[in-house]
C-alpha cells in the first residue's frame, strides 16, 4: 500500500515563495509518475504539475507555467513543487498523487491511483 504525505504548506504574501515535499512510502516498485493538483473552496479539484518517475518530460498546467516547478528525488520517492510567483488564486488545498502503472495520460485525477491527504496553501497579504 503507498502512502503519500505531503508538507511544506503555509501562508505566504503574494510574490513570495513555497516549497511543497511529498514523499512516498510503503512503495515497493517506482511509481510510474506523481502529480500535483489543488482544490480550492467551491471548486473541482484541478491539475498543478506532473513527471514520470524515471523518465522526463514535465507537465504544468498553463496558469502555473512559469511559476512552479516540479522536480523528484528518485532514490527516496520524493516529488517536490517549487512555487514562485504566487498569486491570491494559487490559494488552495494541495495533493500529491501517485500512480503505479503506465499511461499516456497526466492531467486528471483519474489518472492516478494513490492521494495524499493535502496540505493548505493561502497566498494572501
Known amino acids: 500500500q503507498v502512502q503519500l504525505v505531503e508538507s511544506g504548506g503555509g501562508l505566504v504574501r503574494p510574490g513570495g515563495s513555497l516549497r511543497l515535499a511529498c514523499s512516498a512510502s510503503?512503495?515497493?516498485?517506482?511509481?510510474?509518475?506523481m502529480g500535483w493538483f489543488r482544490q480550492a473552496p467551491g471548486k473541482e479539484r484541478e491539475f498543478v504539475a506532473a513527471?514520470?518517475?524515471?523518465?522526463?518530460?514535465?507537465y504544468y498546467a498553463d496558469s502555473v507555467k512559469e511559476r512552479f516547478t516540479i522536480s523528484r528525488t528518485n532514490a527516496v520517492h520524493t516529488v517536490y513543487l517549487q512555487m514562485n510567483s504566487l498569486k491570491p488564486e494559487d490559494t488552495a488545498v494541495y495533493y500529491c498523487?501517485?500512480?503505479?502503472?503506465?499511461?499516456?495520460?497526466?492531467?486528471?485525477?483519474?489518472?492516478?491511483?494513490?492521494w495524499g491527504q493535502g496540505t493548505q496553501v493561502t497566498v494572501s497579504s
Open positions: 510503503g512503495v515497493t516498485i517506482s511509481p510510474y509518475a
Open positions: 513527471t514520470g518517475w524515471s523518465i522526463g518530460p514535465t
Open positions: 498523487a501517485a500512480r503505479t502503472y503506465s499511461s499516456s495520460s497526466y492531467v486528471y485525477t483519474t489518472d492516478y491511483d494513490y
